[in-house]
């Protein structure tokens, strides 16, 4: 089982990025998906999450209307389309998948807002 985000990066404040996590070693299409992420010394927090089908899709307050969660499961891949950065968005972004008992996290992509 693998989970593997790509797309952070150092952006400035007002900016966008889009992340990628792509999964592999089960079935994809039956999980939900979230993305997640740690700023240091933080705990980590909810992000956004989407249905295994895309059809429900749920926000933190803090980035609702900036941020969009997305997925295709024909490429195993959901995405987080971040924009109107902010310096309170830097963090490590992780992805997680949950199906029943079934629970996987990736190894995180760097976001850092800065000017």
């Known amino acids: 089982v693998q989970l593997v985000e790509s797309g952070g990066g150092l952006v400035q404040p007002g900016g966008s990025l889009r992340l990628s996590c792509v999964a592999s070693?089960?079935?994809?299409?039956?999980?939900?998906m979230s993305w997640y992420r740690q700023a240091p010394g933080k705990e980590r927090e909810l992000v956004a999450r989407?249905?295994?089908?895309?059809?429900?899709?749920d926000y933190a307050d803090s980035v609702k209307g900036r941020f969009t969660i997305s997925r295709d499961n024909a490429k195993n891949t959901v995405y987080l389309q971040m924009n109107s950065l902010k310096p309170e968005d830097t963090a490590v972004y992780y992805c997680r998948a949950r199906f029943s008992a079934y629970d996987y996290w990736g190894q995180g992509t760097q976001v850092t807002v800065s000017s």
């Open positions: 070693g089960f079935t994809f299409s039956m999980y939900d």
């Open positions: 989407i249905s295994s089908t895309g059809g429900n899709t």
